[in-house]
């Protein structure tokens, strides 16, 4: 894990909300302008989901996400693809994203 990584976990009672099932969510706060699109960490949020079905434990769900400080507009000259498809890599944006990405995560 990267030493910047924040992880947040929730785990539901077996009583409780949820039924008993712990989601994991791993949050990387970083400017991402000298990251190309297919870097390692920004294809992370599909490399954890391929770990998360090797577990095979239907209670458990992995996700990870990108907290940017750099602008989606950045980006978007950069790497050709709109803020769309960056949020269908799990890519938020700290600044514009400010009033909805902690909900965004845990949705």
């Known amino acids: ?5 924040i992880l947040l ?5 077996s009583e409780g909300i949820e039924g008993g099932k712990q989601r994991v969510i791993f949050v990387d706060p970083k400017g991402i302008r000298n990251l190309g699109k297919d870097d390692p960490k920004i294809q992370f949020h599909d490399t954890i989901k391929d770990i998360e079905h090797r ?3 239907a209670t458990v ?3 990870s996400f990108i907290v940017s ?3 989606s507009h950045t980006m978007q000259l950069h790497w050709g693809i709109g ?3 960056m949020r269908s890599r799990n890519i938020l944006f700290q600044d514009e994203d400010k ?3 902690v909900k965004s995560m845990l949705e």
């Open 1 to 5: 894990m990267p030493p910047r990584t």
């Open 9 to 13: 976990a929730t785990e539901a009672a």
């Open 55 to 57: 577990l095979g434990d």
């Open 61 to 63: 769900s992995l996700s």
């Open 69 to 71: 400080n750099t602008p």
């Open 83 to 85: 803020k769309a498809d």
């Open 99 to 101: 009033g909805s990405y």
